[in-house]
C-alpha cells in the first residue's frame, strides 16, 4: 500500500479558532519498501565492455558484477545493449547464462553483417559466479568486436535492494515525426501520457525509430546525467530503424535522446517500473535461459497473427503478465520493408511500431517487452506489403506481485449502502471478484456515533485483510448536535480516540475528511464566508488524528463539477492550501448533470470541468494521488411521490453499460495515479445506483461484469 504523506507542523495561524493550536502530529515515518527478487533497479548507461574481439564459433565469457553500477552481489540479470561489429565477415551474437559445460542455445541476439554495427537491447540471466557468455555463431570464421553497455539489473533472492516493480501497457506512441538536429537531444517526458502515472516513475521501456539522411547513432539516458560513453542504436538511411531502450528517467522524470546526425523521432512506450508509491499491480521478472519457440512463423502481408507464449519457453502456463523475448523479423521475399506491433492479444491494435526491418535479406531483431494476454497471448501485426518471417526467443516473464482481493490492477470496491458485511459480499459475489476497499459512513450525530468501532466491524467484507485492502471511512468535519460547529470540530481527544478506533481495523485506512464540502446539504460545508475557519479546522483535525494514528490517509473530497457553496473556488483554494496534510484528492462523479451517453456525453465526463481528467491533473499539480471516491448509473424515473421520485430526473443516465464501460476503461488506463475507486451500491430511490441488489436494470450490471473480467490480471 502507499505510505501516507508526512504531516508538516501546523504554522501559526491568526485565524478565527475557538480552540488552541495544540498536540500537532509529528511527521509520519515514511513505510518501508521491501526488497524482492526481481525487482529492477535502472541506471545511467556504462560502457563495461568495449570492443572486445570475439572470434567466430568461439565464446567470449564476462562478469557485470561490481561495473558500471551493477553491485558485486544480490544480482539475478542485468539489462543491456549489445552491440557487434565485424570487419571481416557476417555471422550472429547469442547472449546466455555462463554455466560450466553448457553450450550455446540455440537462439540469437544480434545479426551483424560485414562493416555495419549492429545492436539490440538483451536481458541476461546470470550464470555461475555472475557470469555471461557471448556467442559468436559466424559461420564464416569473421571475428566481431562487441561492446556491452549496462542500463540496469534485477535482483537476486536475499538482495537487500528496494527496486522497482514492472507495468505493462498498451503500446502507445507519445513521440511522433519529430526532428532532432545533428549532435542534439531530444527530451521526452513520459509521465501523464500513455498510462504511464504523474509520479512513482523510475524507468520506461520505450522504442525508439529514427529515419534519417546521415547514418548515425543514438543514445537515450535520464536527463541531469552526464552524458555517457554507450549508446543504443547505430541507425542508416532509408528506412526507419528501430531501438527497444529501458531507460531511466532523470530530473523531471524526463530522459533525453541524443542523435549524432539529423534524425526524425518517433518514441513509443510499453511499460514502466514503479517506486514503492506506485499505485498499479506491478510485477517482477525472472530470466530464463533463452529458448527458441515456435518454430519459423510467417505473417503475410498487413495480417495480424496471435501466438501462445504462456506455457513455452520457461515461461509459466499462467500467471505472467508479460514476457520478455527477442524477436527477429525478415522479408521472406527480401525486397519489402516493414514494420511489426507487438501487444497483447485481447488488445485493439494500437498505433506503434516495435520493430522496423529492412528490404534486404538481412535479419533484423528487436527485444520485446510485451503484455500478455488474459489467456497468455501476444498479436503481432505486419505492416509490409509482403510477408515476413519470425524467430521468437524467450528471455524471462514477470509475475504479478502483491496481487489484490479483485485480481484487477487497481484497488477497486463498493461503498455497500447498508453497511453490512452482507452487502459487500453480496456485491463481490455479484461482480465475481472479491472487493479491494470498503467505504463506510458512520453515523454522524455527533462524536458517540461517529467513534463506533461496532460500526466499521459490521461493515467490513469477509476476509478483509488490512495489509492487501482498504477501509475508507466517510467523517464530517464536525458532527451534528451539541457546541460542535466551523471553529471547533471538536476536542483533541475526541478527535485521537476516533483515529485510533479507525487505525485499529486497518493502520492505514483513508479517511474522507469533511467529503463533498462544496454541496449545500452539508452542515459541514465550506463557504466564502467560513473559508478560513474551515481550512484551519481540517489542519487541525488532521494533525490531531495522525498524531495518534500516523498511517491513516487522509482524502480531500469535493464533489464533481463547480462548487455549489462559494463563488470564488473556494474547495480549489483550501485544497491548494492544505495539501501537505493530504495524501489523495478525490471527487465523486455520477451518471448525472449530464449523462455520459454518445461522444459528447464521455467527452464532459472526462475533460469536462473538474471531471476525471482535469481533477486528476489538479491532484498530480499538487502532488498527490487521485480517487473515484463515490461512482455509479443515477435513476431517471419520475414518481409523484417525492420520496420516490429520482433526484436527478431528466439529469440521469438511467441504466447507461457507457458509462460503465467508459469508467471503468478509464480506471484501467490511469491506474497507475488510482489511489482507488468505489462504486455507490445504492438499491432505493434516492440514487438507484445498485448493480447487486434491485438493478437499476440489465444493461448496466452485465456491462459492469464483463469489465471486471476482462481487466482481471
Given at each position: 500500500m502507499r505510505r501516507p504523506r508526512a504531516v508538516p507542523l501546523l504554522a501559526a495561524l491568526t485565524l478565527v479558532l475557538s480552540f488552541a493550536v495544540a498536540g500537532g502530529g509529528s511527521p509520519a515515518e515514511a513505510a518501508a519498501a521491501t526488497p524482492v527478487a526481481g525487482q529492477y533497479v535502472p541506471l545511467t548507461p556504462a560502457r563495461i565492455v568495449n570492443l572486445q574481439p570475439v572470434a567466430g564459433a568461439a565464446t567470449y565469457t564476462f562478469s557485470p558484477l561490481g561495473k558500471g553500477g551493477v553491485p558485486a552481489s544480490g544480482v539475478s540479470a542485468i539489462a543491456y545493449q549489445l552491440h557487434a561489429l565485424s570487419a571481416t565477415g557476417n555471422g550472429t551474437v547469442t547472449a546466455f547464462p555462463a554455466v560450466a559445460g553448457s553450450s550455446p542455445p540455440g537462439t540469437s541476439n544480434l545479426n551483424f553483417v560485414k562493416d555495419v554495427w549492429a545492436d539490440n537491447a538483451v536481458v541476461t540471466k546470470l550464470g555461475t559466479g555472475g557470469q555471461i557468455s557471448l556467442y559468436n555463431g559466424s559461420t564464416t570464421a569473421a571475428e566481431a568486436d562487441v561492446n556491452v553497455d549496462v542500463v540496469g539489473y534485477y535482483?537476486?533472492?536475499?538482495?537487500?535492494?528496494?527496486?522497482?516493480?514492472?507495468?505493462?501497457?498498451?503500446?502507445?506512441?507519445?513521440?511522433?515525426?519529430?526532428?532532432?538536429?545533428?549532435?542534439?537531444?531530444?527530451?521526452?517526458?513520459?509521465?501523464?501520457?500513455?498510462?504511464?502515472?504523474?509520479?512513482?516513475?523510475?524507468?520506461?521501456?520505450?522504442?525508439?525509430?529514427?529515419?534519417?539522411?546521415?547514418?548515425?547513432?543514438?543514445?537515450?539516458?535520464?536527463?541531469?546525467?552526464?552524458?555517457?560513453?554507450?549508446?543504443?542504436?547505430?541507425?542508416?538511411?532509408?528506412?526507419?530503424?528501430?531501438?527497444?531502450?529501458?531507460?531511466?528517467?532523470?530530473?523531471?522524470?524526463?530522459?533525453?535522446?541524443?542523435?549524432?546526425?539529423?534524425?526524425?523521432?518517433w518514441v513509443e512506450i510499453v511499460g514502466y517500473f514503479q517506486d514503492a508509491t506506485g499505485s498499479a499491480t506491478g510485477s517482477v521478472f525472472t530470466a530464463v535461459t533463452p529458448a527458441r519457440v515456435?518454430?519459423?512463423?510467417?505473417?503475410?502481408?498487413?495480417?495480424?497473427?496471435?501466438?501462445?507464449?504462456?506455457?513455452?519457453?520457461?515461461?509459466?502456463?499462467?500467471?505472467?503478465?508479460?514476457?520478455?523475448?527477442?524477436?527477429?523479423?525478415?522479408?521472406?521475399?527480401?525486397?519489402?520493408?516493414?514494420?511489426?506491433?507487438?501487444?497483447?492479444?485481447?488488445?485493439?491494435?494500437p498505433v506503434a511500431r516495435q520493430l522496423?526491418?529492412?528490404?534486404?535479406?538481412?535479419?533484423?531483431?528487436?527485444?520485446?517487452?510485451?503484455?500478455?494476454?488474459?489467456?497468455?497471448?501476444?498479436?503481432?501485426?505486419?505492416?509490409?506489403?509482403?510477408?515476413?518471417?519470425?524467430?521468437?526467443?524467450?528471455?524471462?516473464?514477470?509475475?504479478?506481485?502483491?496481487?489484490?482481493?479483485?485480481?484487477?490492477?487497481?484497488?477497486?470496491?463498493?461503498?455497500?449502502?447498508?453497511?453490512?458485511?452482507?452487502?459487500?459480499?453480496?456485491?463481490?459475489?455479484?461482480?465475481?471478484?472479491?472487493?479491494?476497499?470498503?467505504?463506510?459512513?458512520?453515523?454522524?450525530?455527533?462524536?458517540?456515533?461517529?467513534?463506533?468501532?461496532?460500526?466499521?466491524?459490521?461493515?467490513?467484507?469477509?476476509?478483509?485483510?488490512?495489509?492487501?485492502?482498504?477501509?475508507?471511512?466517510?467523517?464530517?468535519?464536525?458532527?451534528?448536535g451539541g457546541v460542535n460547529n466551523v471553529s471547533f470540530t471538536g476536542t483533541q481527544t475526541q478527535w485521537q480516540d476516533l483515529a485510533r478506533t479507525i487505525a485499529d481495523a486497518d493502520p492505514d485506512a483513508y479517511v474522507r475528511l469533511g467529503w463533498e464540502m462544496n454541496l449545500p446539504n452539508w452542515y459541514w460545508k465550506l463557504t466564502d464566508a467560513n473559508q478560513a475557519a474551515w481550512q484551519a479546522s481540517f489542519i487541525q483535525a488532521v494533525q490531531w488524528m495522525k498524531a495518534a494514528a500516523p498511517g491513516l490517509r487522509i482524502v480531500y473530497n469535493p464533489n464533481k463539477g463547480a462548487d455549489q457553496t462559494c463563488d470564488n473556488e473556494c474547495s480549489v483554494q483550501v485544497f491548494e492550501a492544505v495539501r501537505d496534510y493530504v495524501d489523495v484528492y478525490a471527487i465523486d462523479s455520477y451518471d448525472s448533470w449530464n449523462p455520459d451517453t454518445g461522444t459528447a456525453g464521455t467527452d464532459e465526463h472526462f475533460n469536462g470541468y473538474r471531471r476525471l481528467n482535469e481533477s486528476l491533473a489538479l491532484a498530480t499539480a499538487n502532488g498527490t494521488k487521485f480517487a473515484v471516491a463515490e461512482w455509479g448509473v443515477a435513476c431517471n424515473i419520475y414518481n409523484?411521490?417525492?420520496?420516490?421520485?429520482?433526484?436527478?430526473?431528466?439529469?440521469?443516465?438511467?441504466?447507461?453499460?457507457?458509462?460503465i464501460h467508459d469508467y471503468m476503461g478509464w480506471f484501467a488506463d490511469n491506474a497507475g495515479d488510482l489511489a482507488y475507486e468505489s462504486y455507490f451500491d445504492e438499491p432505493g430511490a434516492y440514487i438507484r445506483s445498485s448493480l447487486s441488489d434491485t438493478p437499476i436494470g440489465p444493461l448496466a450490471p452485465a456491462a459492469y461484469k464483463a469489465e471486471v473480467a476482462a481487466n482481471k490480471m
Amino acid at each position: 500500500m502507499r505510505r501516507p504523506r508526512a504531516v508538516p507542523l501546523l504554522a501559526a495561524l491568526t485565524l478565527v479558532l475557538s480552540f488552541a493550536v495544540a498536540g500537532g502530529g509529528s511527521p509520519a515515518e515514511a513505510a518501508a519498501a521491501t526488497p524482492v527478487a526481481g525487482q529492477y533497479v535502472p541506471l545511467t548507461p556504462a560502457r563495461i565492455v568495449n570492443l572486445q574481439p570475439v572470434a567466430g564459433a568461439a565464446t567470449y565469457t564476462f562478469s557485470p558484477l561490481g561495473k558500471g553500477g551493477v553491485p558485486a552481489s544480490g544480482v539475478s540479470a542485468i539489462a543491456y545493449q549489445l552491440h557487434a561489429l565485424s570487419a571481416t565477415g557476417n555471422g550472429t551474437v547469442t547472449a546466455f547464462p555462463a554455466v560450466a559445460g553448457s553450450s550455446p542455445p540455440g537462439t540469437s541476439n544480434l545479426n551483424f553483417v560485414k562493416d555495419v554495427w549492429a545492436d539490440n537491447a538483451v536481458v541476461t540471466k546470470l550464470g555461475t559466479g555472475g557470469q555471461i557468455s557471448l556467442y559468436n555463431g559466424s559461420t564464416t570464421a569473421a571475428e566481431a568486436d562487441v561492446n556491452v553497455d549496462v542500463v540496469g539489473y534485477y535482483t537476486a533472492a536475499g538482495s537487500t535492494t528496494v527496486g522497482s516493480t514492472y507495468v505493462p501497457l498498451k503500446p502507445v506512441r507519445i513521440v511522433s515525426e519529430k526532428p532532432n538536429a545533428a549532435a542534439a537531444y531530444y527530451d521526452v517526458t513520459p509521465l501523464g501520457q500513455g498510462g504511464v502515472p504523474h509520479s512513482g516513475v523510475t524507468a520506461v521501456v520505450a522504442h525508439v525509430t529514427t529515419t534519417a539522411s546521415t547514418a548515425g547513432a543514438l543514445l537515450a539516458f535520464p536527463l541531469g546525467a552526464t552524458h555517457p560513453t554507450a549508446s543504443d542504436n547505430h541507425y542508416a538511411t532509408g528506412g526507419r530503424f528501430t531501438a527497444q531502450t529501458t531507460v531511466k528517467l532523470g530530473t523531471n522524470g524526463t530522459f533525453r535522446i541524443y542523435t549524432t546526425t539529423a534524425v526524425t523521432l518517433w518514441v513509443e512506450i510499453v511499460g514502466y517500473f514503479q517506486d514503492a508509491t506506485g499505485s498499479a499491480t506491478g510485477s517482477v521478472f525472472t530470466a530464463v535461459t533463452p529458448a527458441r519457440v515456435l518454430g519459423r512463423p510467417v505473417i503475410t502481408a498487413d495480417t495480424t497473427s496471435t501466438f501462445a507464449l504462456a506455457g513455452l519457453g520457461g515461461v509459466p502456463a499462467t500467471g505472467s503478465s508479460a514476457v520478455a523475448f527477442n524477436l527477429t523479423a525478415y522479408s521472406e521475399s527480401g525486397t519489402l520493408a516493414g514494420g511489426l506491433s507487438v501487444y497483447a492479444a485481447d488488445e485493439a491494435q494500437p498505433v506503434a511500431r516495435q520493430l522496423s526491418y529492412q528490404a534486404s535479406t538481412r535479419r533484423w531483431p528487436t527485444q520485446q517487452v510485451s503484455h500478455l494476454s488474459q489467456d497468455g497471448k501476444v498479436a503481432i501485426h505486419n505492416t509490409a506489403a509482403g510477408s515476413v518471417v519470425l524467430l521468437i526467443d524467450v528471455l524471462g516473464y514477470y509475475t504479478p506481485t502483491g496481487l489484490r482481493a479483485s485480481g484487477l490492477p487497481w484497488s477497486s470496491g463498493v461503498n455497500p449502502q447498508s453497511q453490512t458485511t452482507e452487502r459487500a459480499d453480496d456485491f463481490a459475489d455479484f461482480r465475481g471478484a472479491k472487493v479491494d476497499n470498503v467505504t463506510l459512513f458512520p453515523r454522524r450525530d455527533n462524536w458517540d456515533t461517529v467513534d463506533d468501532a461496532q460500526w466499521i466491524e459490521d461493515g467490513l467484507p469477509s476476509g478483509f485483510t488490512p495489509a492487501r485492502d482498504d477501509l475508507i471511512m466517510t467523517i464530517p468535519l464536525w458532527p451534528g448536535g451539541g457546541v460542535n460547529n466551523v471553529s471547533f470540530t471538536g476536542t483533541q481527544t475526541q478527535w485521537q480516540d476516533l483515529a485510533r478506533t479507525i487505525a485499529d481495523a486497518d493502520p492505514d485506512a483513508y479517511v474522507r475528511l469533511g467529503w463533498e464540502m462544496n454541496l449545500p446539504n452539508w452542515y459541514w460545508k465550506l463557504t466564502d464566508a467560513n473559508q478560513a475557519a474551515w481550512q484551519a479546522s481540517f489542519i487541525q483535525a488532521v494533525q490531531w488524528m495522525k498524531a495518534a494514528a500516523p498511517g491513516l490517509r487522509i482524502v480531500y473530497n469535493p464533489n464533481k463539477g463547480a462548487d455549489q457553496t462559494c463563488d470564488n473556488e473556494c474547495s480549489v483554494q483550501v485544497f491548494e492550501a492544505v495539501r501537505d496534510y493530504v495524501d489523495v484528492y478525490a471527487i465523486d462523479s455520477y451518471d448525472s448533470w449530464n449523462p455520459d451517453t454518445g461522444t459528447a456525453g464521455t467527452d464532459e465526463h472526462f475533460n469536462g470541468y473538474r471531471r476525471l481528467n482535469e481533477s486528476l491533473a489538479l491532484a498530480t499539480a499538487n502532488g498527490t494521488k487521485f480517487a473515484v471516491a463515490e461512482w455509479g448509473v443515477a435513476c431517471n424515473i419520475y414518481n409523484a411521490d417525492p420520496d420516490l421520485n429520482c433526484q436527478w430526473y431528466g439529469h440521469a443516465g438511467g441504466d447507461n453499460p457507457q458509462y460503465i464501460h467508459d469508467y471503468m476503461g478509464w480506471f484501467a488506463d490511469n491506474a497507475g495515479d488510482l489511489a482507488y475507486e468505489s462504486y455507490f451500491d445504492e438499491p432505493g430511490a434516492y440514487i438507484r445506483s445498485s448493480l447487486s441488489d434491485t438493478p437499476i436494470g440489465p444493461l448496466a450490471p452485465a456491462a459492469y461484469k464483463a469489465e471486471v473480467a476482462a481487466n482481471k490480471m
